[in-house]
Nanobody, 125 residues
């Protein structure tokens, strides 16, 4: 059974940093692309970042470029999202996702097959 478990969310002041983690189990993690999405209250789920199977290629939403960094540790079956210079508009539930397939970066939610339960990130002004 495939499981994705996020951690690292919390409350932080604007300008601060958080590091989210997503631990995967139940499949060969290193073969697959991973992504982070977020959903703010009353809004649709939105793409944040994606990383290919090896970690050599990444993609970001324009709203987080230069502030967020996605990375992965295939030996630990874990993907990370380092979030710096956080803004109140970054407040959302953050979800990690895994895409079965060729392993390249993907930005649409429908391309992902497994999702974590989400972790709340709240940025105060």
């Amino acid at each position: 059974q495939v499981q994705l478990v996020e951690s690292g969310g919390g409350l932080v002041q604007a300008g601060g940093s958080l590091r989210l983690s997503c631990a995967a189990s139940g499949l060969a993690f290193s073969r697959y692309a991973m992504g982070w999405f977020r959903q703010a209250l009353g809004k649709e789920r939105a793409f944040v970042a994606s990383i290919n199977w090896s970690g050599g290629t990444t993609s970001y939403a324009d709203s987080v470029k230069g502030r967020f960094t996605i990375s992965r540790d295939n030996a630990k079956n874990t993907v990370f999202l380092q979030m710096n210079s956080l803004k109140p508009e970054d407040t959302a539930v953050y979800y990690c996702a895994l895409a079965l397939g060729l392993g390249g970066v993907l930005s649409r939610g429908v391309e992902y097959d497994y999702w974590g339960q989400g972790t709340q990130v709240t940025v105060s002004s």
